[in-house]
């Protein structure tokens, strides 16, 4: 993954990324933070936007994906902070800021490579499963499993982890030109099962992902388990 991003930017050094968080991306930062640490990964004129962001917490709260972006990555590349967009949890007004996201993004020219992760109930961003998927950015409820996933980044309390989040839509993520969707472990198996072979549901948010005509899955041996059957 980490040399699709550099090919990405090897050929527009002003590629825009789509960038997710979560425990799967962060070998991906690893090698990307030792490559902006050498020099040797210039990411001077590109722009970012981040998938998701919890909401009602600051920047500087240590769960927040502001503060994994600035750990992870961001602290360690050449980005402009003007061009490392997130979104602001800690807004007063949540839709202003959806529709604020979506026009920024729309500015930039829209997203040329959009990097995911997947969650075990087969979420993208925070697009969970449910009878319905929004299109655009938007305020989202996050399902107990989902705030048990992310409670590593809240001291491993999952009370602690937000309620709510926001998050780009299923038409945000589907506008992207391109598409690599990374899962690793076990646990993924079944997500990464559906999302590939599965019909499309709203149940298996990824499952959408198959609409996408440059759609790249990247995975390990455990997450790829359910792949051979169907
Ligand atoms: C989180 C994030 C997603 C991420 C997913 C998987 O809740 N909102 O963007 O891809 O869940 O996380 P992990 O990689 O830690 O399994």
Same mark, same amino acid.
């Not at 998701?52 to 961001?74: R, T």
């Not at 003007?82 to 949540?94: K, Q």
């Given at each position: $993954?980490?040399?699709? /991003? *550099?090919?990405? @930017?090897?050929?527009?050094?002003?590629?825009?990324?789509?960038?997710?968080?979560?425990?799967?991306?962060?070998?991906?930062?690893?090698?990307?933070?030792?490559?902006?640490?050498? #020099? *040797?990964?210039?990411?001077?004129?590109? *722009?970012? =936007?981040?998938?998701?962001? =919890? @909401?009602?917490?600051?920047?500087?709260?240590?769960?927040?994906?502001?503060?994994?972006? %600035?750990?992870? &990555?961001?602290?360690?590349?050449?980005?402009?902070?003007?061009?490392?967009?997130?979104?602001?949890?800690? *807004?007063?007004?949540?839709?202003?800021?959806?529709?604020?996201?979506?026009?920024?993004?729309?500015?930039?020219? #829209?997203?040329?490579? %959009? &990097? @995911?992760?997947?969650?075990?109930?087969?979420?993208?961003? =925070?697009?969970?499963?449910?009878?319905?998927? $929004?299109?655009?950015?938007?305020?989202?409820?996050?399902?107990?499993?989902?705030?048990?996933?992310?409670?590593? =980044?809240?001291?491993?309390?999952?009370?602690? /982890?937000?309620?709510?989040?926001?998050?780009?839509? $299923?038409?945000?993520?589907?506008?992207?030109?391109?598409?690599?969707? $990374?899962?690793?472990?076990?646990?993924?198996?079944?997500?990464? %099962?559906?999302? /590939?072979? #599965?019909?499309?549901?709203?149940?298996?948010?990824?499952?959408?992902? %198959? @609409?996408?005509?440059?759609?790249?899955?990247?995975?390990?041996?455990?997450?790829?388990?359910?792949?051979?059957?169907?």
């Amino acid at each position: $993954m980490a040399r699709r /991003v *550099t090919e990405v @930017l090897a050929a527009d050094a002003a590629a825009v990324l789509g960038l997710p968080t979560g425990r799967t991306p962060m070998p991906l930062y690893r090698l990307l933070a030792r490559l902006g640490d050498e #020099g *040797t990964l210039d990411f001077s004129q590109a *722009t970012t =936007f981040n998938l998701d962001e =919890f @909401l009602g917490i600051g920047p500087d709260h240590p769960g927040s994906y502001h503060a994994y972006m %600035q750990q992870h &990555l961001l602290s360690h590349v050449n980005l402009p902070s003007t061009r490392a967009h997130l979104l602001r949890g800690w *807004t007063e007004d949540p839709e202003r800021e959806c529709a604020r996201y979506e026009a920024e993004i729309e500015d930039a020219g #829209g997203i040329d490579l %959009q &990097l @995911l992760g997947i969650g075990a109930n087969g979420h993208i961003g =925070f697009n969970e499963p449910g009878p319905h998927l $929004m299109a655009r950015t938007h305020r989202a409820s996050l399902r107990p499993g989902t705030r048990r996933a992310n409670a590593i =980044f809240f001291g491993g309390d999952s009370d602690a /982890v937000p309620k709510e989040a926001l998050s780009m839509g $299923m038409g945000t993520i589907l506008k992207a030109r391109r598409i690599v969707l $990374m899962a690793t472990g076990k646990s993924k198996a079944r997500a990464v %099962q559906r999302t /590939v072979h #599965g019909s499309l549901t709203t149940r298996v948010p990824a499952s959408f992902l %198959q @609409l996408h005509r440059d759609v790249e899955l990247i995975c390990d041996h455990a997450a790829a388990a359910g792949l051979g059957t169907r």
